[in-house]
């Protein structure tokens, strides 16, 4: 079984701090994203990799960043956490045009 | 971006009523999945359709891609309590190599 694993299930962190969500797949998977899920809005995509240290802006990438230095590890980087960052993180990976796994997610919470 | 819309965004019905999501793009696709997320839980795939007009079924589901490929429908016979969640649609656009797009999702709500 395709295992995607976040680092944390909860998180709660300060304004203004720099803030990092890991995620790790074990599939060998090419692509790896980063949504984030807020009520009524469904999944927006933050940031996608398809290859080690390639990446690409998804719909709402201000104030996030991204880094793929190993295949099966993606983080994204919020470099000062705002309340309006306060939401459920989901990472998935996915081989190139396949469907995609997903992690348990991170609910951050920015105070 | 990729403009993806999902209709309804709510639905409850009773047990053993219908049930259908429909999803549509402003661009040809690639090919479009589907996913159901329970409440509390993370999305789960469910089908890719990759062909234009193609169908599938998985027991009481029934998966459809347009002519066109720009939109699909997702229906559910007979629902039952189990059914509960919200089910997204995801598009992967021609041009857009492996980004993937989210809907926003029709949450359903069955009533025993």
């Known amino acids: 079984d395709v295992k995607v694993t976040q680092s944390s299930r909860y998180l709660v962190k300060r304004t203004g701090e720099k803030v990092f969500l890991e995620c790790v797949q074990d599939?060998?998977?090419?692509?790896m994203f980063w949504y984030r899920q807020d009520p009524g809005l469904g999944l927006r995509l933050i940031y996608f990799?398809?290859?080690?240290?390639?990446?690409e802006k998804g719909d709402i990438p201000e104030g996030y960043s991204v880094s793929r230095e190993k295949k099966e590890r993606f983080s994204l980087i919020l470099e000062s956490a705002s309340t309006n960052q306060t939401s459920m993180y989901l990472c998935?990976?996915?081989?190139?045009?396949?469907?995609?796994?997903f992690g348990q997610g991170t609910r951050l919470t920015v105070v | 971006g990729q403009q993806v819309m999902q209709i309804p965004q709510y639905q409850h019905v009773q047990e053993g009523e219908d049930f259908t999501t429909y999803c549509n793009s402003s661009?040809?696709?690639?090919?479009i999945q589907w996913y159901k997320q329970r409440p509390g839980g993370h999305p789960v795939f469910l089908i890719q359709?990759?062909?234009?007009?193609e169908v599938k079924k998985q027991k009481r589901l029934t998966f459809q891609f347009g002519e066109a490929k720009k939109n699909s429908s997702l229906h559910i016979t007979a629902t039952q309590t189990t059914d509960v969640g919200t089910y997204f649609c995801?598009?992967?656009?021609?041009?857009?190599?492996?980004?993937?797009?989210f809907g926003e999702g029709t949450q359903l709500t069955v009533n025993p």
């Open positions: 998935a990976s996915s081989l190139w045009d396949r469907e995609a796994f």
């Open positions: 599939m060998d998977h090419e692509n």
């Open positions: 990799s398809y290859d080690v240290k390639m990446k």
């Open positions: 661009t040809t696709l690639s090919n």
């Open positions: 359709l990759v062909k234009s007009g």
């Open positions: 995801a598009v992967q656009q021609e041009t857009s190599g492996s980004r993937l797009t």
